[in-house]
């Protein structure tokens, strides 16, 4: 069965860093894609960045130069380094594969930037 479990949201001031973790269990990581999604409120969920097993990444725009994801094949591990973030940045993140299986979304975890 898989099931993917997101941690390490929480608040943080304009400026400030983040980092997000999420584990997968299952069949979902291997040889997949793997990305991290973002829904803000009122909003649709939107993909931010996408790694593939082999290490070739891909950014939205609103990610480039300050989020960096990584991955850990071995122990099915997909990290989010989030720094410099923004008031913008503030949502619900996700991990799925790309494209997503829908069947298998967390619950995420809550990043909120404030002051």
């Known amino acids: 069965q898989v099931q993917l479990v997101e941690s390490g949201g929480g608040l943080v001031q304009p400026g400030g860093s983040l980092r997000l973790s999420c584990i997968a269990s299952?069949?979902?990581?291997?040889?997949?894609?793997m990305g991290w999604y973002r829904q803000a409120p009122g909003k649709q969920r939107v993909l931010v960045v996408a790694?593939?097993?082999?290490?070739?990444?891909r950014y939205a725009e609103s990610a480039k130069g300050r989020f960096t994801i990584s991955r850990d094949n071995a122990k099915n591990t997909v990290s989010l380094q989030m720094n410099n973030l923004n008031v913008e940045d503030t949502a619900v993140y996700y991990c799925?594969?790309?494209?997503?299986?829908?069947?298998?979304w967390g619950q995420g975890t809550q990043v909120t930037v404030s002051s």
């Open positions: 790694m593939s097993s082999s290490g070739t990444t």
């Open positions: 799925n594969a790309v494209p997503p299986k829908s069947e298998y």
């Open positions: 299952g069949s979902i990581f291997s040889g997949n894609v």
